[in-house]
């Protein structure tokens, strides 16, 4: 039965160092929801725990290593033992992966590109962060030659290009649509929908989707200072002693942005963030093969506070898919991205009803 809140629900303490407590966690559960990052440092024996247990898991990590490594080791293993492990759950990457889901639903006809466009607006209290998604970024950046390694062992089958290129845009540029200065998007975004568009298109047989990540910054001030903190870290990021100054000093290298504090609560209240899509393809009856894309769309995704606000929604809403539309999940267990998890399922729905909105701004008629 459903336990009220303080009725049934006690406390487990587990221990990431200690694999014994974290297998009696796993027996007793269902879903486990892993929220103990950076997750190349603490994730794995939770995953391990969870498969070797038939228990389902659900991280929020932002780490392709990490998300990509875990498929690499335990899709099989969890595809036998038919669990789910889901990362990815959080802001990283459910607006981007379910905002591209969402963009195709609500096309006549076939998407074969989008590029997003994250907004993060922050009230007169500035924006904040907690220095672990800092330091998850540090190590990240530090050991990319790795994630190149990671994916010639996985060997990924090429997505093969359905319609027009997708222009790669340069690392900075100016949006006539925002008029502001735009980069492309560091984040997991564009890992996490290439994984699902490969495996919408390999499983499911439908026509993968091109995309691009970016994020607006502002005006020229704002990109300047941006440049200054950039040049610096990816300075330092690259030596031993510079990762260990980075994770020593965040707020001092991150302008006052990331604290070891986090956000104080009159920053979540004042902050909030959107998330444009762009999308262009082929009205039905048309041929992507060859002529230019004839259909276009806007979408958005819109939320609140990033990192503690819409991250628990995306995260709580994503376990009650999984457990709840069951029957929508893919046919057999394995280690997926959100968007190859929950394509079929109401996530978009639920997410609706708390506050991460879904809606189509704009479709140009053919």
């Given at each position: 039965g459903k336990a009220a809140p303080g009725e049934e629900v006690g406390v487990l303490l587990c221990d990431v160092s200690d694999a014994g407590s974290l297998a009696t966690m796993a027996k007793q559960t269902r879903l486990v929801l892993n929220c103990v990052g950076p997750y190349r440092f603490f994730g794995e024996p939770v995953v391990e725990a969870c498969v070797e247990n038939g228990a389902?898991?659900?991280?929020i990590s932002g780490e392709p290593q990490f998300l990509e490594g875990m498929y690499l080791k335990y899709n099989e293993k969890a595809a036998e033992k038919g669990v789910y492990v889901v990362g990815s759950c959080g802001f990283d990457s459910i607006p981007a992966d379910m905002g591209v889901v969402f963009t195709r639903d609500k096309l006549k006809g076939t998407l074969t590109a989008v590029e997003s466009f994250l907004s993060v607006k922050?009230?007169?209290?500035?924006?904040?962060?907690?220095?672990?998604?800092?330091?998850?970024?540090?190590?990240?950046?530090?050991?990319?030659?790795?994630?190149?390694?990671?994916?010639?062992?996985?060997?990924?089958?090429?997505?093969?290009?359905?319609?027009?290129?997708?222009?790669?845009?340069?690392?900075?540029?100016?949006?006539?649509e925002f008029k502001e200065y735009c980069l492309t998007f560091m984040g997991s975004d564009g890992?996490?929908?290439?994984?699902?568009?490969?495996?919408?298109?390999?499983?499911?047989?439908?026509?993968?989707?091109?995309?691009?990540?970016?994020?607006?910054?502002?005006?020229?001030?704002?990109v300047i200072k941006l440049m200054l903190m950039g040049m610096l870290f990816f300075l330092l990021v690259k030596f031993n002693f510079g990762r260990k100054l980075l994770t020593?000093?965040?707020?001092f290298f991150s302008a006052g942005y990331f604290t070891k504090e986090g956000p104080t609560q009159k920053q979540m209240d004042g902050t909030s963030f959107t998330m444009t899509f762009f999308g262009e393809g082929y009205?039905?009856?048309?041929?992507?093969?060859?002529?230019?894309?004839?259909v276009k769309i806007c979408t958005e995704v819109k939320g609140p506070e990033p990192?503690?606000?819409?991250?628990p929604i995306a995260?709580?809403?994503?376990?009650?898919?999984?457990l709840e539309d069951a029957g929508s999940l893919p046919k057999r267990g394995g280690v997926y991205s959100p968007g190859a998890a929950f394509s079929k399922t109401k996530l978009i729905?639920?997410?609706?009803?708390?506050?991460?909105e879904f809606s189509v701004i704009s479709k140009p008629e053919v």
């Open positions: 389902s898991c659900i991280d922050s009230g007169p209290e500035g924006l904040g962060v907690h220095d672990g998604t800092w330091k998850s970024a540090v190590y990240g950046l530090a050991d990319e030659d790795n994630l190149k390694k990671l994916r010639r062992q996985i060997g990924y089958a090429p997505v093969p290009v359905v319609g027009a290129k997708l222009k790669k845009r340069g690392f900075l540029f100016y949006s006539p890992s996490v929908v290439k994984r699902t568009q490969r495996y919408l298109h390999t499983e499911l047989q439908q026509t993968p989707v091109q995309y691009g990540a970016y994020v607006t910054v502002g005006g020229l001030g704002s020593k000093y965040p707020k009205s039905e009856g048309q041929d992507s093969r060859n002529g230019k894309p004839n990192g503690y606000i819409a991250t995260m709580v809403q994503a376990g009650l898919s999984l729905d639920r997410l609706n009803k708390r506050g991460v």
